[in-house]
Structure formats: structure tokens, C-alpha cells
């Protein structure tokens, strides 16, 4: 017999319910991105300014979101819906964006690639993790003024080495 979740009668039919007015609703959240709809990460007002490469004069004092999405333009975009930033008007390439461009930085403080990662041994590997660590415990990192996402790179580096494992 074929079985689905639907095909059972009690616990799987509220599962099978769900989905549609979950969407419904998170398509009106003020942290969903408007063009991809998925929902964006708070990011400090220096972030967007520092990694902007338009005139300043069209940051407001509003909440921006960054958007993860990689198949989506958009790298920022405020709570109120009234702005977008997209990938040409920042100034560093995204990772999130281009999550398998050899030449865009996972790491931005430090300044480790994709590519460089990719073609690192597992002993480079660890290297390149011990450098960014160092780099942070001695307070030499500048995530929220470098990196898009506004935040510490390593999350991203270390699913990346799983991802490349
Ligand atoms: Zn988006």
C-alpha cells in the first residue's frame, strides 16, 4: 500500500493542513523580502552604509533586512517596504549570492575565498579556520562593516567545509 502523510486519517491530516495559510500570511511580514519572499536577516544601520555603493543620502533611519537568498537580487531592503538594494549597488560581491564563485570572499575580514578554500588541504583547511579564529579573538575583525551579511563570517566557513567535505 501506498502511504502518505494524507493517507492517515488522524495525526497526519493536521500535518498535510498547515502549509497553505502559514504562506498566506508570511507573504504580508514586514521582514519578508519582497522579491523573494523568504524571510531577511536585522542588520546595523553601519552595515548598510558601510557596504552601500550609491550616495549615502538614500539610507534612512529605517530597519533593513539583509536577504540570504541566492537566487534573489536583493541584498537590502527596509521593514516599510519603501527600499530595495541590490547586488550592483554594494560594494563587495555577496557569498550568499554567488555561493559558488571561486573569487568572492566567505571570509571578508581576512579575506579567504571560496576558491582559495576549495583548493586548501584538509591541513589548510584547519589553517585557514585557526587564522579567522585568531583574528577574532584579537579583535582584528570588522563583520559588520565588511561582511554583507553584517555579522561574523564563520558560520558560513564552517558549512562551507562541511559542504566541500
Ligand atoms: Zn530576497
Known amino acids: 500500500m501506498n502511504e502518505t502523510c494524507c493517507s492517515h486519517a488522524s495525526a497526519g491530516s493536521a500535518v498535510c493542513e498547515m502549509p497553505a495559510p502559514t504562506l498566506v500570511r508570511a507573504a504580508r511580514d514586514a521582514t519578508m523580502c519582497a522579491v523573494c519572499g523568504e524571510k531577511g536577516?536585522?542588520?546595523?544601520?553601519?552595515?548598510?552604509?558601510?557596504?552601500?555603493?550609491?550616495?549615502?543620502?538614500?539610507?534612512?533611519?529605517?530597519?533593513?533586512?539583509?536577504?540570504?537568498?541566492?537566487?534573489?537580487?536583493?541584498?537590502?531592503?527596509?521593514?516599510?517596504?519603501?527600499?530595495?538594494?541590490?547586488a550592483v549597488q554594494v560594494r563587495e560581491r555577496v557569498y550568499q549570492k554567488e555561493p559558488d564563485a571561486?573569487?568572492?570572499?566567505?571570509?571578508?575580514?581576512?579575506?579567504?575565498?571560496?576558491?582559495?578554500?576549495?583548493?586548501?588541504?584538509?591541513e589548510a583547511r584547519a589553517a585557514i579556520l585557526d587564522d579567522i579564529n585568531t583574528g577574532i579573538q584579537t579583535d582584528q575583525c570588522a563583520c559588520d562593516l565588511r561582511n554583507p551579511q553584517g555579522s561574523c563570517c564563520l558560520g558560513n566557513v564552517r558549512a562551507l567545509l562541511k559542504r566541500l567535505e
Open 102 to 122: 571561486a573569487d568572492v570572499f566567505v571570509c571578508y575580514c581576512f579575506r579567504h575565498t571560496l576558491g582559495e578554500i576549495r583548493a586548501a588541504s584538509p
Open 41 to 86: 536577516k536585522p542588520v546595523q544601520g553601519q552595515t548598510v552604509k558601510s557596504l552601500l555603493a550609491i550616495t549615502l543620502r538614500q539610507v534612512r533611519n529605517a530597519e533593513y533586512l539583509f536577504c540570504r537568498t541566492p537566487t534573489c537580487r536583493v541584498v537590502y531592503f527596509s521593514t516599510d517596504g519603501a527600499q530595495t538594494f541590490t
